[in-house]
């Protein structure tokens, strides 16, 4: 969900309209695994992505015709957002669909959250960022052990596989979005801006999304589905894609990614909250504990609880 961040951007301070950009960020892309949950009730994945991408793609660019700005020119530009599109929309897009299909959302957030982990992994390995602290790397490993504990034994040893897929699937949407954050990072150089980048991201997704979802899904033999359902998938592409979107390279250009970066503990509280007061799901013990010892991870990433308790209280260490 998170496009073009960079984790290991330095740290800048946010004021209390940041904070609630932030906040109402997290909310919004938290409530992404709801609307999936009531849109598999009636529709399958690649139609539900394809609407997504779709509903997103016509408000993102009726907001470049209002601002003024046409869009992105040149090949090498296309053929780069086209990269952008795959690792950013339609294979994680259709990964976490499929996933929910077997596992709840709330699972499915706390799966999501360990984007940040693969981060600092394939940038150690890929790019080779000199910024990739000691302490990062203890972090990405604690979060791993807490994956492990969050997928349990039972689903290791195959008594549910199932569930085990679609637990991984989940984890390769989050090495999607690794993936796209340090392939987002050449977009800086190419003179398009950050709104112009995502319209033509999404729509190039519906383009690869539509042949697969007629020769899939067949959408013609689907029902039409409720009120609910229409409402879901509005919302799903108005609010969490192509709103947050914008929200996000805004708040990208004041604050910085890392900041943006706690969109990813804030995520799955909105997510198990909206699943447990209206869907009815229950996360198990291993769940939470699992989301603990990768909430540590995350925080040992990030960096900046553990440098502010060690400056508060190296002195009587």
């Given at each position: 969900?998170?496009?073009?961040?960079?984790?290991?951007?330095?740290?800048?301070?946010?004021?209390?309209?940041?904070?609630t950009v932030l906040v109402g960020l997290s909310a919004v892309?938290?409530?992404?695994?709801?609307?999936?949950?009531?849109?598999?009730?009636?529709?399958?994945?690649?139609?539900?992505?394809?609407?997504?991408?779709?509903?997103?793609?016509?408000?993102?660019?009726?907001?470049?015709?209002?601002?003024?700005?046409?869009?992105?020119?040149?090949?090498?530009?296309?053929?780069?957002?086209?990269?952008?599109?795959?690792?950013?929309?339609?294979?994680?897009?259709?990964?976490?669909?499929?996933?929910?299909?077997?596992?709840?959302?709330?699972?499915?957030?706390?799966l999501n959250g360990t984007m940040p982990i693969f981060t600092?992994?394939?940038?150690?390995?890929?790019?080779?960022?000199?910024?990739?602290?000691?302490?990062?790397?203890?972090?990405?490993?604690?979060?791993?052990?807490?994956?492990?504990?969050?997928?349990?034994?039972?689903?290791?040893?195959?008594?549910?596989?199932?569930?085990?897929?679609?637990?991984?699937?989940?984890?390769?949407?989050?090495?999607?979005?690794?993936?796209?954050?340090?392939?987002?990072?050449?977009?800086?150089?190419?003179?398009?801006?950050?709104?112009?980048?995502?319209?033509?991201?999404?729509?190039?997704?519906?383009?690869?999304?539509?042949?697969?979802?007629?020769?899939?899904?067949?959408?013609?033999?689907?029902?039409?589905?409720?009120?609910?359902?229409?409402?879901?998938?509005?919302?799903?592409?108005?609010?969490?894609?192509?709103?947050?979107?914008?929200?996000?390279?805004?708040?990208?250009?004041?604050?910085?990614?890392?900041?943006?970066?706690?969109?990813?503990?804030?995520?799955?509280?909105?997510?198990?909250?909206?699943?447990?007061?209206?869907?009815?799901?229950?996360?198990?013990?291993?769940?939470?504990?699992?989301?603990?010892?990768?909430?540590?991870?995350?925080?040992?990433?990030?960096?900046?609880?553990v440098a502010k308790f060690y400056s508060r209280f190296s002195?009587?260490?």
């Amino acid at each position: 969900m998170i496009a073009g961040m960079n984790i290991m951007q330095q740290h800048k301070s946010m004021g209390v309209g940041e904070w609630t950009v932030l906040v109402g960020l997290s909310a919004v892309w938290g409530s992404t695994f709801f609307f999936v949950e009531i849109l598999l009730t009636a529709w399958t994945p690649f139609t539900i992505v394809f609407l997504r991408v779709s509903i997103a793609a016509l408000c993102l660019w009726a907001y470049l015709i209002f601002r003024g700005r046409g869009a992105p020119k040149g090949l090498k530009i296309w053929v780069n957002l086209a990269g952008m599109s795959m690792l950013n929309n339609v294979i994680p897009f259709c990964l976490f669909i499929w996933a929910q299909m077997s596992i709840t959302g709330s699972l499915a957030s706390i799966l999501n959250g360990t984007m940040p982990i693969f981060t600092v992994v394939l940038g150690y390995m890929l790019a080779r960022d000199e910024n990739i602290s000691g302490g990062k790397l203890l972090g990405a490993l604690v979060g791993f052990i807490g994956v492990a504990v969050l997928i349990g034994v039972d689903a290791l040893s195959g008594r549910g596989a199932d569930t085990l897929l679609a637990q991984l699937a989940m984890l390769g949407t989050a090495m999607c979005y690794a993936f796209a954050s340090l392939y987002g990072k050449r977009f800086r150089a190419m003179d398009i801006s950050p709104a112009q980048t995502a319209a033509g991201q999404v729509t190039l997704s519906a383009l690869f999304i539509f042949p697969l979802m007629m020769i899939f899904d067949r959408p013609w033999t689907l029902p039409l589905g409720g009120v609910h359902v229409w409402a879901s998938v509005i919302a799903l592409g108005t609010l969490c894609t192509a709103a947050a979107y914008i929200a996000y390279f805004r708040l990208l250009g004041s604050v910085g990614a890392v900041n943006i970066s706690i969109c990813t503990f804030l995520i799955p509280i909105f997510s198990i909250m909206l699943g447990a007061s209206f869907l009815g799901e229950v996360l198990l013990p291993q769940h939470i504990i699992g989301m603990v010892i990768i909430g540590i991870g995350l925080l040992l990433i990030d960096g900046r609880a553990v440098a502010k308790f060690y400056s508060r209280f190296s002195p009587n260490l």
